[in-house]
Nanobody
Framework: QVHLVESGGGLVQAGGSLRLSCAASGSIFSINTMGWYRQAPGKQRELVAIITSGGRTNYADSVKGRFTISRDNAKNTVYLQMNSLKPEDTAVYYC????????????????WGQGTQVTVSS
């Protein structure tokens, strides 16, 4: 069994900062990518940022220069530092572990966290 637990969401004023954390626990041999997605009411879930096990990152254009994703491979934890937050960043943020293998023989699969609410007031 694998679980992803997110923390760090909340209510912040525009221009403020929040830091999200997501820890993966359970039977874990390796994780290929870890990332953050978000879903606003009435909209589809979208990629915010993603990081590979080697540290390569990719960001949505809307958050470049404001958000920073980082990862601690030893702790199977991913972070999202969000600065200069805007009301349009309001959404439920979901953590994703991509290509997670529980043993060296697994082919890998994706796991999702339960989501954490981020609300940015104007």
């Amino acid at each position: 069994q694998v679980h992803l637990v997110e923390s760090g969401g909340g209510l912040v004023q525009a221009g403020g900062s929040l830091r999200l954390s997501c820890a993966a626990s359970g039977s874990i041999f390796s994780i290929n990518t870890m990332g953050w997605y978000r879903q606003a009411p009435g909209k589809q879930r979208e990629l915010v940022a993603i990081i590979t096990s080697g540290g390569r990152t990719n960001y949505a254009d809307s958050v470049k220069g404001r958000f920073t994703i980082s990862r601690d491979n030893a702790k199977n934890t991913v972070y999202l530092q969000m600065n200069s937050l805007k009301p349009e960043d309001t959404a439920v943020y979901y953590c994703n572990a991509g290509g997670l293998r529980s043993t060296q023989w697994d082919s890998g699969r994706d796991y999702w966290g339960q989501g954490t609410q981020v609300t940015v007031s104007s």
